[in-house]
């Protein structure tokens, strides 16, 4: 009976299996060649299914097994629909590709695309700390293994990198971002897009990179996020453009544009940015996405109602709509009053499809959709890596000495009792930081947990929370927001001050656990007061008047003002916030198991009233003296402050070690550069500290003399060298014409004959140099 019972089921199985083995190759056949089957295929589509091949709506919220019922299925099936994005599992994604691929007219696939800002379920740093690690190959590899992880998934398009340059960290978004430098922000861009796109979009486990945000999106009026920008042409092709060409350059599949204006014009509406550089001085061969809701944005800068500023924006060179829906709805009809052309659309529509094409969706709908990989999802590999790279990117901001015996703190023995005070000691869902869409929060690493485990049972470890993050609850909201809430605590001030003395009283150290949440930066996170919060202040002063050592480990997706605590506190460690595995790996760094070897790439102001403050400024016609800059003194009728000094706290490229390198004076092979030749810059570096250790080691140029004003410094090599204690070792770079070439007034990229200082030290601050003459 139960055989008789089975055999239809089974019989069943095994049709099922040859039918998903016949549909596998059928996917997988072969097709025409890109242009003629693009072609072909545009041939047959009418006006409505161009308009939905660039029509990008978010997914909602589609539970499996009931995507045919969903209210987006409809479009797709209607072939009003490009792709999807945030919408996330194999289950869910080949649903809605069958939607597509089998109920649509056409046949057509769809995109699938996240942010998959820092790593997908097993997230690294944010990305401001993932630079300061300065090793490109490291963060190549961050990108690829997002990449493996989030096509295991389905996913074959990802919303990264972004590369705006920001000298103001008021905007929240710096976390985001690569720094201040257009030179290092340029070599993360092309890492970044290597990793993710691996250089063949068609192999298995390759997606399509999106650099945003295009352009200038860094540098809004005020640091207030969607504000205004307003600079000179020249700025913008010197010091903001870099990376965003850089990506073009490594060969970008898509390029989203920014919400703020450019010359008066929204960026999602401007043709000169769009068409003008992008394509034709760039070359951009890819598609062209809006930023959320950008097209309809315009309507709120004055630039007309929701059909005029869709015409404005692909007449101005947009491919793809996310989610305002302004081309699906519009285009028709001004395509019927002449003021878009057929040939833009088609244009336009030929670039969403060739992506398609080159990532082999046409070959295969399904491509990474079998759930064969994901097991390489959060794996136990992966997440090893992910702490290796998130101590590479703390950066050590001081480490000074303490006590009778007069040694630094840090690193600290695995011995005592050891107290750990904090209200970030212990919250897991703060630990990735902003934009950590996939993370799995509850499973990150908290601090209180990365000691205990290192540790184990050789230190004693007490906790207590110590504060609040603030005394406002509604600001601590704001600061813990998209899933990443910490429980606002009832007791009241002192009576969490109160545990938390007592619990360090009998520590031999404490580890003060602070500063921002995960949402205190990110997007629509500005602040225009970057001290550490009142409540979190009053927290490691009491601690402090204990006469005990102190380590603030500082959590922060942004450069803070904290001068006080630079000068009352011996030891501070920046961890920002280091995702997936972040208690280990701060664990590792704070007991030496790595000794820390990031360093800045932005300028830590010492108030909020510098801002911005960059490394690479230019002389006024005015300046303060080298040495009453140093020595922080005031001259009337000068360029200086009368509150503050000019210098920042911290400058660019800074960062310590838990041992010493010390830095020869810099060698040029010859005084005088000739076009088409080389000199070699030189300088031997030898560590004479205690313990083994990595040094960033950076050049940078200065041009004495120019047609247009020229930065004080400007970035044009680093090398992140490992020296065991005692050891020496040459370090070399070679400088051409190439890299003295700047956009002159005319916007042409030119050299010019002349003097130039080259430097080569630990940070921006080096006077470590030698001139040279380009002829």
């Avoid at 008789?4 to 996917?27: E, G, H, R």
């Avoid at 598609?287 to 800068?301: A, K, N, R």
Wanted: with cysteine; proline share 4%.
């Amino acid at each position: 009976m139960k055989i008789k019972y089975y055999l239809p089921l089974l019989l069943l199985c095994v049709f099922s299996i040859n039918a998903q083995t016949k549909k596998s190759k059928n996917n997988n056949k072969n097709i025409a060649p890109k242009d003629i089957f693009v072609k072909d295929l545009l041939s047959k589509m009418t006006l409505e299914e161009k308009l939905g091949q660039l029509n990008l709506p978010t997914s909602g919220d589609i539970t499996t097994g009931q995507a045919n019922s969903s209210n987006i299925a409809k479009k797709i099936e209607e072939g009003k629909v490009g792709g999807l994005f945030n919408i996330k599992s194999v289950e869910k994604i080949s649903e809605v590709q069958k939607v597509a691929v089998e109920k649509s007219r056409l046949k057509i696939p769809l995109l699938f695309g996240m942010d998959v800002i820092h790593g997908y379920e097993t997230t690294f740093p944010i990305p401001l700390g993932l630079s300061c690690t300065w090793d490109i190959n490291l963060i190549e590899k961050t990108a690829r293994m997002a990449a493996n992880e989030a096509t295991s998934d389905g996913i074959n398009w990802t919303f990264s990198p972004m590369v705006d340059i920001s000298r103001d960290p008021r905007w929240g978004r710096v976390s985001e971002g690569n720094g201040e430098d257009p030179f290092l922000g340029s070599a993360i861009a092309k890492a970044m897009v290597n990793g993710y796109q691996n250089n063949d979009l068609s192999a298995k486990k390759s997606m399509i990179s999106c650099v945003k945000h295009f352009a200038l999106y860094g540098a809004p009026e005020g640091g207030r996020d969607y504000n205004t920008v307003d600079m000179s042409r020249i700025r913008m092709y010197n010091e903001y453009f870099p990376p965003y060409k850089a990506a073009v350059d490594a060969g970008v599949g898509s390029v989203m544009a920014s919400f703020n204006e450019i010359d008066g014009i929204p960026a999602s509406g401007n043709k000169w940015l769009l068409t003008e550089v992008l394509r034709n001085q760039w070359n951009f061969k890819g598609f062209l996405v809006t930023d959320y809701t950008g097209i309809p944005e315009m309507m709120e800068h004055g630039m007309g109602d929701l059909q005029t500023v869709s015409a404005r924006a692909i007449n101005a060179g947009v491919d793809m709509d996310m989610v305002g829906e302004g081309l699906l709805s519009t285009l028709k009809k001004s395509v019927e009053e002449g003021k878009v052309s057929m040939e833009t659309i088609d244009n336009a529509c030929t670039r969403i499809l060739g992506a398609k094409y080159d990532l082999g969706l046409f070959h295969n709908p399904y491509k990474n959709c079998d759930g064969k990989d994901k097991k390489a999802i959060f794996s136990q590999e992966n997440r090893n890596f992910a702490r290796k790279v998130a101590a590479e990117s703390m950066v050590l901001l001081k480490n000074s000495p303490f006590g009778i015996e007069n040694n630094a703190i840090l690193p600290l023995k695995k011995q005592g009792t050891i107290a750990v005070i904090g209200p970030l000691a212990n919250t897991a869902h703060n630990m990735a930081g902003t934009w950590s869409v996939a993370t799995k929060q509850d499973k990150s690493i908290t601090v209180l947990n990365g000691l205990q485990s290192v540790i184990g049972n050789q230190a004693k470890i007490v906790y207590a929370k110590g504060s609040n993050v603030d005394y406002d609850p509604k600001f601590q909201a704001k600061g813990t927001m998209f899933g990443k809430e910490i429980p606002w605590d009832t007791r009241s001030k002192d009576e969490m001050l109160k545990e938390a003395l007592e619990v360090s009283k009998n520590a031999d150290v404490i580890i003060a656990v602070i500063g921002e949440t995960a949402e205190m930066s990110g997007e629509s996170s500005s602040r225009t007061n970057l001290n550490l919060t009142e409540a979190q202040k009053d927290l490691i002063y009491e601690l402090n008047k204990t006469g005990k050592p102190i380590v603030l480990v500082l959590f922060t997706g942004r450069p803070l003002v904290i001068v006080d605590e630079n000068e009352n506190f011996p030891a501070i460690l920046n961890v920002w916030f280091p995702g997936s595995e972040a208690g280990l790996a701060i664990a590792d760094v704070l007991f030496g198991d790595v000794n820390p070897s990031g360093k800045l790439t932005a300028t830590w102001p010492r108030n909020v009233g510098q801002i911005p403050i960059y490394y690479g400024h230019k002389k006024t016609g005015r300046p303060l003296g080298e040495k009453k800059v140093t020595d922080c003194e005031f001259e009337k009728f000068l360029s200086n402050y009368l509150d503050v000094c000019n210098t920042p706290l911290y400058p660019f490229g800074y960062g310590l070690s838990y041992t010493k390198f010390d830095y020869s004076e810099v060698e040029i092979s010859d005084t005088k550069l000739a076009k088409g030749e080389k000199i070699v810059v030189s300088v031997n570096i030898t560590n004479s500290g205690n313990y083994d250790g990595k040094e960033i080691v950076q050049l940078y140029i200065r041009d004495l003399v120019g047609s247009v004003t020229r930065p004080v410094k400007e970035l044009k090599g680093f090398q992140k060298i490992e020296l065991e204690k005692g050891a020496t070792k040459l370090v070399t770079f070679e400088l051409s014409e190439e890299d003295l070439k700047f956009y002159n007034s005319d916007l042409n990229f030119v050299s010019e004959p002349g003097q130039f200082e080259v430097f080569v030290g630990p940070n921006s601050d080096t006077t470590n140099k030698k001139t040279f003459e380009l002829k």
